[in-house]
């Protein structure tokens, strides 16, 4: 971004979207700045607002392109079913960037359970009330692997991808099957759960897309996500309660028999960031390059269970 708007600016902007009983009480303050977004937290009596301006130019991404309309429809219609906050605004900023304003109740605790995720993401996972306007993403096996090659494909000359290429699972260990497509999250993991004072509810849905769910229990278990979201990977034992409280069995079922393709195109993905970011972003490059490393860790591990 060549053009930002400080923090008093964006409250003035804030008091002709929000309904605010008294603005002399209001508090903002600014939150960690990630790979597509800045944040900030306005907290007033009662209600705690997180405000996030989308960067530009994020849209082209090969596997998590950022989609803001997408967020506000997901906001809009989760909301009812307690499985995600209350959009409060969605608005181009004074500077013409995307703001998106999502409002909860403050919680008690910021404390998640594994198993409280894991009912949670399940009950999104079971919902039947459509929610429009959203990118149809690879789903199942095959089409993982598909966009894992498609990926390395374009850094051609890297030996490290020359390296990941041996550990591609191969395309006959899994059968093809006939997938009726759902929305899925996509980013989950500890990172995208907010705790309200109405309990847990999923945030960060400018990823999601029309695809599997065996892609979200993937990524909640995934340690090269947990890393790009500044977390530790998840124990062992956290990983086996967590899909021991995944509701639905077959999901579960499925995501054991193809979980090394999404951690395989999670690789290759952050192979591809390392190379390609490395001269315009080296924190950023330096990030993903600890996610590969923790991905290959993991596809190891897989290959001699």
């Known amino acids: 971004m060549s053009v930002y708007q400080s923090d008093s600016e964006l409250l003035a ?17 600014p939150l960690p700045v990630n790979y597509t977004s800045r944040f900030w937290r306005l907290d007033v009596p009662g209600r705690v607002y997180v405000i996030k301006e ?15 309309d ?23 900023s004074p500077v013409g960037t995307p703001l998106l304003v ?11 359970e594994v198993g409280e995720a894991a009912d949670l993401i399940g009950r999104f996972a079971a919902l039947s009330e ?12 095959h089409e993982v692997l598909e966009r894992g090659d498609e990926m390395l494909a374009a850094i051609p000359d890297s030996r490290k991808a020359a390296n990941l290429k041996r550990l591609r699972p191969e395309d006959g260990a ?18 995208t759960i907010q705790s309200t004072g109405n309990g847990a509810r999923l945030i960060d849905w400018q990823y999601a897309g029309l695809g599997d769910p065996v892609e979200d229990v993937a990524c909640f278990v995934s340690p090269g ?23 639905d069995r077959d999901t579960v079922s499925r995501f054991m028999e193809e979980r090394s ?14 190379e390609t970011l490395m001269h315009s972003n080296a924190p950023a490059a330096r990030a993903y390059g600890r996610a590969l490393e923790e991905e290959v860790d993991l596809l190891l591990r897989l290959r001699v269970k």
């Open 13 to 29: 902007f804030l008091e002709t979207l929000l309904r605010v009983d008294d603005w002399s009480t209001a508090r903002l303050r």
């Open 54 to 68: 989308f960067f530009p130019g994020n849209e082209d991404n090969p596997l998590y392109p950022t989609l803001p």
């Open 70 to 92: 997408q967020e506000a429809d997901a906001l809009n219609v989760l909301a009812r079913f307690n499985l995600a906050p209350e959009l409060e605004a969605f608005a181009t």
């Open 102 to 112: 999502y409002g909860y109740e403050p919680p008690k605790t910021d404390e998640i």
């Open 130 to 141: 459509p929610v429009p306007g959203h990118q149809i993403v690879p789903a199942g096996f």
């Open 174 to 191: 899994v059968r093809k099957r006939k997938l009726e497509r759902s929305l899925v999250h996509r980013s989950f993991c500890l990172g």
């Open 225 to 247: 996500l947990a890393i790009l979201y500044g977390l530790h990977p998840l124990v062992a034992h956290a990983e086996e309660m967590f899909l021991e409280h995944y509701p």
């Open 261 to 274: 393709a999404y951690h395989w195109r999670l690789a290759a993905y952050c192979l591809l960031r390392n």
